[in-house]
């Protein structure tokens, strides 16, 4: 019953964002009663942090998946920043959904880390420890001076989230043409602010 509430849940977050979440609605859909419903979530909010950790985890796959089929760091963290603008734009319900509820992060000497009521996921479940695995990468490979990775994701993630909010939300263009510009703008823009590249 408890998945079938979140199913409906995420269902009513791909069409229309966070706002869409209502537990009872979501009961309706699971076809069980009100207060069958509340034995599982205590309110809407517990709903909604739900399917946004599903919505988080939907993205991370995506980003994942981007970094599966990349070669080194640099073609790696340029992989992450482009899967997380492209579930932005294919899924807007769920991008809006996955930040509305979400664990707090902290930003330490050894990347994010999830501190809220879902924890650290070791298997990159969060979408910023997917990047901040990149980046402890990045500095392995000599890529990223230690005294640089505190603070490198938060500064990261805020440009490429920044950009994926100016996009769905506008007033930026969506023509393929024009993101792929303003993405390549913030690409270029992270990798020279925080990598170690030769000129050129």
């Known amino acids: 019953m408890r998945s079938a509430l979140i199913d ?8 229309g964002g966070p706002d869409k979440v209502i537990l009872r609605e979501a009961a309706r859909v699971a ?5 069958a419903a509340y034995r599982h979530f ?11 950790h599903v919505a988080r985890s939907e993205l991370s796959a995506k ?11 640099v073609l790696r963290l340029a992989a992450v920043g482009t899967a997380y603008i492209d579930f932005a734009l294919t899924e807007p319900g769920l991008f809006r959904t996955a930040f509305d509820s979400h664990p707090d992060c902290s930003i330490s000497d050894e990347g994010p880390q999830t501190t ?33 990775r505190p603070g ?6 805020s440009a490429v989230h920044g950009l994926a909010s100016l996009l769905v939300d506008g007033p930026l263009s969506t023509s ?7 993405l390549g703008e913030v690409l270029e823009l992270i990798a020279r602010g925080l990598l170690q590249l030769p000129a050129g």
């Open 176 to 182: 393929r043409t024009d993101v792929e510009f303003a």
């Open 42 to 52: 205590a309110d809407r909010e517990g709903l909604l942090a739900a399917v946004s």
């Open 152 to 157: 490198a994701a938060i500064a990261a993630w």
């Open 63 to 73: 980003m994942r998946q981007a970094i599966d089929n990349a070669d080194d760091p």
């Open 8 to 15: 409906a849940g995420v269902a009513f977050a791909r069409e």
């Open 31 to 35: 076809g069980v009663s009100h207060s």
């Open 116 to 148: 809220g009521k879902f924890g650290s996921q070791p298997d990159g479940a969060e979408p910023f420890e997917v990047l901040g695995q990149v980046l402890d990468e990045a500095q392995s490979a000599g890529l990223l001076a230690p005294e640089r």
